[in-house]
């Protein structure tokens, strides 16, 4: 599905071949850069568009802000590349919500042509393109009182998985379980809008299947985890 995590740096990104069938690829991302794919984050907002200079200007951290800029400029910057577009050529769109139809399901390109997930945490982001829905997510590995915030709200038998480990352990199972999960629902397009217990992607070191998706673990560095999430086609095809 995938063969490594590429690395985005200052430089422009030199893109292979696109990936086709249920093939991704991914790439990383130090948000705390000044330069992203050959353009300087200080100028990102003659990349970026309305919408996402809005965003940035709400938020009032000058590190926060950073990063999400970085990070949308690495995004820009990996679709232009792949798309054969300037990045500011670029137009981002929302789909319909999966659950009330409303416009604001996946972020996607306006015309199609690639699919796209972007996440950030602390000061790294993962980018995803597919040819199919994907979904991408990393986490910083999460304190005590994080896992006791959420351990309720997982499904039953992941708060079970987690509540039978000892306490130490539980903060690097609970980030496997939140990545694999998001990245589930970023390429559902449903969000957290029906909570957290559902899928079941478990705990242990490798992922539970989840009908329709293939789910994978990500490398990633000391203090986080970050998983994939690709469309099954066949799998659906066979459900259908």
Same mark, same amino acid.
């Given at each position: ?20 069938? #249920? ?6 991302? /130090?948000?705390?850069?000044? #330069?992203?794919? @050959? ?11 309305? %919408? !996402? ?20 400029? %690495? ?13 500011? !050529?670029?137009?981002?769109?929302? !789909?319909?919500?999966?659950?009330? @139809?409303?416009?604001? @399901? ?6 199609? %042509? ?43 038998? !992941? #708060? ?29 397009? #449903? ?31 000391? @203090? ?7 469309? /099954?086609?066949?799998?659906? %095809?066979?459900?259908?």
């Amino acid at each position: 599905m995938i063969e490594y995590v590429n690395q985005l740096g200052p430089g422009a990104p030199r893109i292979g071949p696109p990936p086709a069938g #249920t093939a991704a690829s991914v790439w990383s991302l /130090d948000t705390t850069a000044d #330069t992203v794919g @050959g353009y300087r984050v200080q100028e990102a907002d003659a990349v970026l568009d309305a %919408g !996402e200079r809005e965003k940035a200007a709400r938020l009032l951290l000058p590190g926060h802000r950073h990063r999400y800029l970085a990070s949308h400029l %690495g995004l820009r910057v990996l679709l232009g590349a792949r798309l054969g577009l300037d990045p500011r !050529e670029v137009t981002l769109v929302r !789909e319909d919500c999966p659950c009330c @139809g409303d416009p604001h @399901g996946r972020p996607a390109v306006a015309g199609g %042509g690639i699919h796209f997930s972007l996440s950030h945490s602390g000061d790294l982001a993962y980018l995803a393109l597919a040819a199919v829905p994907v979904g991408v997510d990393i986490e910083e590995t999460p304190g005590a009182d994080a896992v006791a915030d959420v351990l309720g709200s997982l499904h039953p038998a !992941e #708060t079970a998985e987690l509540t039978a480990l000892v306490p130490s352990l539980r903060p690097d199972a609970l980030a496997r379980v939140w990545c694999r999960k998001e990245a589930c629902l970023k390429a559902s397009g #449903t969000g957290l809008a029906l909570g957290l217990a559902e899928p079941y992607v478990g705990s242990s070191p490798a992922p539970a299947p989840v009908p329709g998706w293939i789910l994978t673990d990500l490398p990633a560095p000391d @203090g986080y985890a970050a998983a994939l999430a690709i469309a /099954d086609r066949q799998e659906r %095809g066979n459900r259908a």
